[in-house]
């Protein structure tokens, strides 16, 4: 699918991939597909400079 969405020259949105498969194999497979960067679930700040902070929604507590 990223290698269609990449063949159209007037559509290239960012594409940041989140994927359960971990490791550098998956990684490069993802980037050579097509994607801006390659997160696995398991996110640590120092898998991408621009990896937002992700945080959880508060509830309020009574």
Known sequence: M??????????????ILLSARAGED?????????????LSKRLYERDSP????LR???R???
């Open 2 to 15: 990223l290698r269609e969405i990449r063949s159209d020259p007037e559509f290239q949105p960012t594409i």
């Open 50 to 53: 621009s990896t937002p902070r």
């Open 60 to 62: 309020a507590t009574t």
């Open 56 to 58: 959880s929604p508060t």
């Open 26 to 38: 998956a990684k490069v497979e993802g980037l050579q597909a097509g994607a801006d960067d390659y």
